[in-house]
């Protein structure tokens, strides 16, 4: 399959490094959130998701951080590897069955 | 299955003809979405089943798409007389219930060209 997403915005990091990946979301009432990680020619996966009475929740070399003041959610990865080069988007949850996703950061690793 | 699973992964058709696009969700999960994804594009809705209720069909583009869910599980969307503009991945996500806490969980995208 193609790469999805040829103009979004880059991220290049280097091995080892610990990337930021930033997403403002829309809707002050939004209390769900996730963050997924597309690779190239595959679908969308869940890496972590965060509830609007948390700031921050981490996960496995991943931490998310909300701040819902400026409505803003980061995903943070810690020692960044090759395996990690995908496109991130966050996703928002304001109760309802209908989620509002991002368009995406491309993340590059460079070796 | 362990996840959601779709078919056919790819699908190249000639203008005109119907194609048809399989989902099976995730064992249990009621809940059932269609989105389409073109290049350069974030996720778009096009349809949303839960249990018996009637579906939301508000995202369909137009009366050439569309999608059923029978027996609560396996859903098919179909597109008639398919156009280029058509061409994209196509991706079936279910969960478990609706709402906050409900993650969606992706299939792998069944890739549509229109030649």
């Known amino acids: 399959g193609e790469s999805v997403g040829l103009h979004l915005p880059t991220l290049s990091v280097q091995e080892g490094d610990n990337s930021i990946i930033n997403c403002a979301y829309s809707?002050?009432?939004?209390?769900?959130f996730i963050w997924y990680k597309q690779e190239s020619g595959k679908g969308p996966q869940f890496i972590i998701d965060i509830r609007s009475n948390m700031d921050k929740r981490q996960g496995q070399r991943v931490t998310v951080l909300l701040n819902k003041t400026v409505k803003h959610l980061s995903l943070q990865i810690a020692a960044t590897q090759p395996g990690d080069s995908a496109v991130y988007f966050c996703?928002?949850?304001?109760?309802?069955?209908?989620?509002?996703f991002g368009t995406g950061t491309r993340l590059k690793v460079l070796a | 299955g362990a996840g959601v699973s779709q078919s056919p992964s790819n699908k190249v058709t000639e203008k005109g003809k119907d194609v048809e696009l399989r989902c099976d969700p995730i064992?249990?999960?009621?809940?059932l979405y269609w989105y389409r994804q073109s290049l350069g594009q974030g996720l778009e809705f096009l349809i949303y089943?839960?249990?018996?209720?009637?579906?939301?069909k508000s995202g369909l583009p137009s009366d050439r798409f569309s999608a059923e869910r029978t027996g609560g599980s396996v859903s098919t969307l179909t597109i008639q007389r398919t156009q280029q503009e058509d061409s994209a991945v196509y991706l079936c996500a279910s969960s478990l219930g609706q709402g906050s806490g409900n993650t969606i969980y992706f299939g792998e995208g069944s890739w549509l060209t229109v030649v």
């Open positions: 089943f839960q249990g018996n209720s009637a579906p939301d």
């Open positions: 064992s249990g999960h009621t809940a």
């Open positions: 809707n002050s009432a939004s209390d769900y």
């Open positions: 996703a928002e949850n304001s109760g309802t069955y209908k989620y509002i």
